[in-house]
């Protein structure tokens, strides 16, 4: 079993809707999360990280963390065309585990005009 | 312009045939990583350096080699590669201390192919 679990869609919304994404994790020790946007042939650029529990919120982005059940989401208001890409969710614990991070496989996200 | 870059960008080669992707970036950081992306699979860590002459494995490290001479270069060697190490590859480095670490900056991928 993977330490983390995202779906890969595709997740397809009509442009101005909410996307909803989330990851699922079986790692306790994760700390850090992160969500990071691939566009095509491009490599990853990232979005947002949070530090154990909480909401954050960058503009249209919000990511939250919920380490009790062991799932992260993030929500994208008022979608755009431009945000169609893959999301991939990253995870990253402290001490021993400093500066090893665990990917979800991404869920690809398809905004229509 | 601060980036990551990444050479070659595509590569077709044989079985057993050694080869180097290099990976150099001009932001001054600290920590360096490869990866490989695989359908399905996502992004999975192959090494990563906090520091000149500090390399650790990540989850997928056999078959490859690394090596941190200077801090901008973490060049990835596959010594003898096989089909199975057909991939995307990509070499990723962020600030360090703290929390900047998670702020990893990504190079535009190497496609190899083995056959």
């Known amino acids: 079993q993977k330490e983390v679990e995202q779906d890969p869609g595709p997740l397809s919304v009509p442009e101005g809707a909410i996307v909803s994404l989330n990851c699922t994790y079986s790692?306790?020790?994760?700390?850090?999360f992160m969500w990071y946007r691939q566009y095509s042939r491009k490599g990853p650029e990232l979005l947002m990280y949070?530090?154990?529990?909480g909401n954050k919120e960058d503009g249209r982005f919000t990511a939250q963390v919920d380490k009790s059940s062991k799932y992260i989401s993030l929500f994208i208001r008022d979608s755009q065309p431009s945000d169609s890409a893959t999301y991939l969710c990253?995870?990253?614990?402290?001490?021993?585990?400093?500066?090893?991070?665990?990917f979800g496989a991404g869920t690809q996200v398809v905004v229509t005009p | 312009e601060a980036q990551v870059t990444q050479n070659p960008r595509y590569l077709i080669t044989v079985t057993g045939k050694k080869l180097t992707v290099t990976c150099s970036q001009n932001?001054?950081?600290?920590?360096m990583s490869w990866y490989r992306q695989d359908p399905g699979l996502g992004l999975r860590q192959i090494y990563y350096?906090?520091?000149?002459?500090?390399?650790d494995k990540g989850d997928v490290p056999e078959g490859y080699k690394v090596s941190r001479k200077e801090k901008r270069n973490f060049p990835l060697i596959l010594e003898s590669p096989s089909p199975n190490q057909t991939s995307l590859y990509f070499c990723?480095?962020?600030?360090?201390?703290?929390?900047?670490?998670?702020?990893?900056?990504f190079g535009p991928g190497t496609r190899l192919t083995v056959t």
């Open positions: 990723a480095s962020s600030p360090l201390p703290g929390q900047n670490l998670y702020e990893q900056y």
């Open positions: 790692n306790s020790a994760f700390q850090y």
């Open positions: 949070t530090y154990s529990s």
């Open positions: 990253a995870m990253s614990g402290e001490t021993d585990s400093w500066g090893k991070f665990q």
């Open positions: 932001m001054n950081h600290e920590y």
């Open positions: 350096s906090m520091n000149v002459e500090v390399t």
